[in-house]
């Protein structure tokens, strides 16, 4: 085996929930913040030979979806795992490695503390990571979209805990040089090797996930429309009952205030689009112009300041890119 690369890694704090639209880097990803702790924590981002590698000490409860990349694979370890945790709505354990494809999408639900690291790379990329290690690329990491059924060795954990916690360590937050990256690489392709029956990747889903998977899919086709929750329980061929208790179970949420949870993340992103937007005007484009006062309650409970505060923040960031 050749000698471990370094990588220089630069660390970011996560001063809010929009943030984690870069847990993995450049992926613009949907990022909820859910009840429980408000989201803190930091991300880092590191490159080299083309591959883009990328981590989060992520404190706090927040759902995270959508592709992670166009054209290339995306394979990672969950080295530190809150407990409760979700991947495609199954429990996911420390040491769990995921692959995504590209073109597809993550769906994780993070509870109390999560620490992972990523690599984004082609597959002409993961190959020659294979053949520097005498190994032959295993089929599951560019066919199948999940995670695998068993851990990483425990050893293996714990090497790349006690690392990637070092770039996540509070400080100067400048570039630092870590071998994470060759280390993570390795790590998996060994796994994969070992064991290469990955099963089916993202497990069919029963019970309260399945029900929660239709109820999400609903909500989000008719989240600018009048939803109810007897509109939900029918969409999802159950009772109001059942669906209040797969929400509870499985998102520790209520449907109700699920989709008003959406609607305020939907008016919080158009008020710091770059688009001419008014408070009133983003709250009736997400169904949410009923009661203004109501809504700058529930905006600053979620987000910690007010719809107005936002606004302007984001045309004061405007004023600072427009040229003089």
């Not at 005007?281 to 169904?287: I, K, S, T």
């Not at 987000?303 to 960031?317: I, N, V």
Request: glycine share 10%; aromatic share 6%; with cysteine.
């Amino acid at each position: 085996m050749s000698a471990i690369v370094l990588e220089t890694w630069h660390r970011f704090d996560i001063a809010r929930v929009d943030d984690l639209r870069n847990a993995v880097f450049d992926a613009g990803l949907e990022a909820i913040q859910m009840p429980g702790g408000q989201v803190c924590g930091s991300l880092a981002f590191a490159a080299r030979d083309g591959i883009i590698f990328s981590s989060g000490l992520i404190h706090g409860n927040a759902t995270i979806c959508g592709p992670l990349s166009k054209d290339a694979i995306t394979v990672g370890v969950g080295l530190k795992i809150g407990a409760g945790s979700l991947l495609w709505l199954t429990r996911v354990v420390a040491g769990g490695t995921l692959v995504v494809l590209p073109g597809d999408g993550c769906d994780a639900l993070l509870r109390g503390s999560s620490l992972y690291v990523t690599a984004t790379l082609t597959t002409k990329q993961l190959k020659r990571e294979a053949e520097r290690e005498a190994l032959v690329l295993p089929r599951g990491l560019t066919n199948v979209t999940g995670l695998h059924p068993d851990p990483i060795q425990h050893e293996a954990l714990v090497a790349l805990r006690e690392q990637v916690r070092s770039i996540h360590a509070s400080g100067d937050a400048r570039g630092r040089r870590f071998g994470v990256g060759r280390r993570m690489l390795r790590a998996i392709l060994l796994h994969y090797t070992r064991l290469p029956n990955i099963g089916e990747g993202r497990l069919p889903l029963v019970g309260q996930a399945k029900i929660v998977h239709a109820a999400r899919d609903y909500i989000r086709q008719h989240l600018t429309s009048a939803i109810s929750v007897d509109d939900i329980a029918n969409a999802t061929d159950t009772s109001p009952r059942t669906l209040f208790r797969a929400f509870s179970d499985v998102l520790g949420d209520t449907p109700h205030d699920y989709v008003r949870r959406l609607r305020l993340h939907g008016i919080r992103r158009a008020l710091l689009s770059t688009e001419t937007i008014t408070v009133s005007l983003a709250a009736q484009n997400w169904g949410m112009a009923g009661d203004l006062g109501r809504l700058s309650k529930n905006y600053r409970e979620l987000f910690g300041e007010y719809p107005s505060s936002t606004l302007a923040f984001a045309r004061t960031l405007q004023r600072k890119d427009t040229p003089a």
